[in-house]
């Protein structure tokens, strides 16, 4: 702690009891003992409290129910889960559902928030002033209400047997969006490697070229033999798999769909809800990152006849990226924790499933803990990796 | 976030012609005018449409919702019909009179007390106290012949407007206190403020609703019971105070060393430093963040529909629910998507006037 407000007084030798009695270092111990006993005080007098009223009750305490089984379904759930299975396995189903719909939260609002804070710096002033529009009906609009009212349209979309066809690709029905997919195919697997090969041997090639830059002062452009490693491998490894090409089509079958991939009507509503009202913060936070570089570097760049993409490259993102980033994850943050209406949609993610264990077992102290913790893991480590960050991308003062 | 930073440099466009001024802002090149052309005519094409669907086909007043499902415009007869279930929730239909004069004495003692003019605390103080007498006396009722209405069928837009106060009222204090604890010279008070503000930072909002109804019940001993509503608004206003000490303290740490050395040297002592030195500054100095969480948490009062209290949306919702207008769910929640919006511009407006005010010193 370096942020204490600068000490007052200045040092006296105690001569006396009175001395001591009045003397700052003394009377300031005298506080905090008072404060952290009261702490203590009250905490245990709620502890004591919470007992006699639990044990009246007749509700049993501890973290011994995450065993029992939870006799309820869930709709939505990335692993194995039936009412047959335990408590605290309907506490994980629910955990990944939060950060399944949090993950895709976030993606969507990059991208729009992106598009959105550039157009709110473009030199079209009509685009700027839409952008502006945008951004002050999305963030002003309470969140929970954009969830309800993206929820109200799904809702109101016809029904599966006329839904809306997207191209020939999927449909937008009151079902949810149902959509191709590839049929899965050992193939996936090994383009997935060659991709992620494809980017260890771009980030490889990219250090030796700077390495060797920095030796002879020759440059080695490794822009589009990377994107080539990048995209080239796994279309290779694809070609090479006899090139497997049968798609999952959607079909209308009764009231849902058979077939492709479905995103049911809660998600969306909720993704759309609490990504639309983030973007329009990012957008703000990418306007200021994009402002922070003066104009004159930008044009001092030019004048040395650096090409645009290093002007970009060296001179704007990095001064943009450490004003943008960490309001950027704090946002992040923000909209995981804003995935926590999921309620009001019944979308099962961690606060919803968890509300149902603490309705079923009436062990609303632990059942609440449970979620407390959890957030309050996601935003630690958030923090933690941020202050990494920031430490790297800290202005070097040499 | 809301507030957009005051800047000094030059601004070529304030001065220009409005034929260069076009030309510079939307012409500029072939590429800038194609943009403006089409960006155009897609925004025209949006209005006009979006015109004519709120305006020029839409039916504004009838009690028959099949009149509604014969036009192709907006329904804003819907409103019409249900602003009192909307506007006052599950308050009884025959006293939706007192909460609408509870609302015009709410606002009335707003935008006096944010009059600078006003400021001061022997009008302040019995207007407050008169204010909260008559609202406390309309709300609840049980006297001069009112009947009683109990805090659990309040509802509507009075409620959203209570939460929001309450919120703020007690949560600026707490803010303060946890702002100052962190800055404490006392290390003890330090740990605790800062434990205590990033464990309910790093929580959403619901938590610690969830705690304020299912859990805070616990924590007294038997027989002791506290009023749900004023549970949850504390609860609300914690979670405010949390956000709102980190901002006022990026305020205080704005303030230079020497302000304190001064006030020592005059030897006062921290209390008195606080209270005339450095708050007035370092709260001066985070007025737009501050105004902006303020803002954020009259917003988060809609989070009350999950515990089930009737705030505008979950009134709105629950009227929503009703199968005869139930398709016009797009006018009404636009209806109340323009309330937030309106009390959220009409702060912020605020929030630029007092910032031009202690611009001007005149603050």
Redesign the interface.
Known sequence: ?T???????GKRPAKGLKDILNSESFR?AI???A??AA?VLLGLY?YQ??V???Q?QNIATGFGFLGEVSQFQIGERLIEYSPRDTYGRALIVGLLNTLTVSAAGIVVATVIGFSVGIARVS?????QR?ALGYVE?V???????QV??WA??IR?LPAPRNAVELFGLGFISNRGLAFAVPVADPAHLWMGLALLAGIVLTVIGTRLARRHREKTGRYVDMLWPGLGMIFGLPLLVWLLSGAPHVIDFPERQGFSFSGGATISPEFVALMLGISLYSSG?IA?IVR?GIQATPKGQVEAARSISLRPRFILRYVVLPQALRVIVPPLTSQYVSLS??S??A??VGYPDL?NIG?TV?NQTGQ??EA?AV??LV??I???VTSTLMNIYNRLVAIKER | ??AT?RTTTYDPDARMAPGPWLKR??F?SVG?TA??IV??LI?LRCLWALLGWGVFNAVWYTTDPDVCRAATGACWAVIVEKHRPMLFGLYPYDEHWRLALMMAIYLATVVLSLWPRCWNLRLLVPLWIVAALSIGILMFGGVFGLRFVPTADWGGLPLTMLLFTGTVLIGMPVAVLLALG?????????G?S?VFIE?L???????IL??AV??F??????GMEVNRLLRITVGIAIFFACYQAEVI?GG??AIP?GQ??AA?SINLG?WQTTRHIILPQALRICLPAITNHI?AAM??T??V??IGLFDI?TAT?AV?QDPLWR?F??EA?LF??GV??FF??ALSVYARQLEKWIAEGRI
């Open positions: 702690m942020d204490a407000t600068p000490a007052r007084g300031s506080y905090q003992i404060l952290g702490v709620l409290n919470v006699e009223n639990l009246r030199s079209n002033w009509l685009l839409i009906i963030r002003n609009i309470p969140v929970i209400l309800i009212f109200a349209v109101n913060f703000e200021a924790k804003n926590s209406i309620v009001v606060v509300n603490m609303a102290v609440i979620m407390m957030y309050l996601i935003s630690l | 976030m809301a930073s802002n939307l500029n800038q943009l403006t960006t155009a925004l962190r800055r404490a010279p006392l290390p003890v008070a330090r605790v800062v464990a930072r790093g929580v959403p909002l619901i938590t969830f705690v299912n859990v019940p616990l924590f007294l001993p038997a303290r205080l740490q060393r304190y050395e020592a921290y803002i917003k988060n809609s989070f529909i999950i949306l919702t929503m398709s769910y797009v929640y109340v998507a937030y919006l959220g511009y």
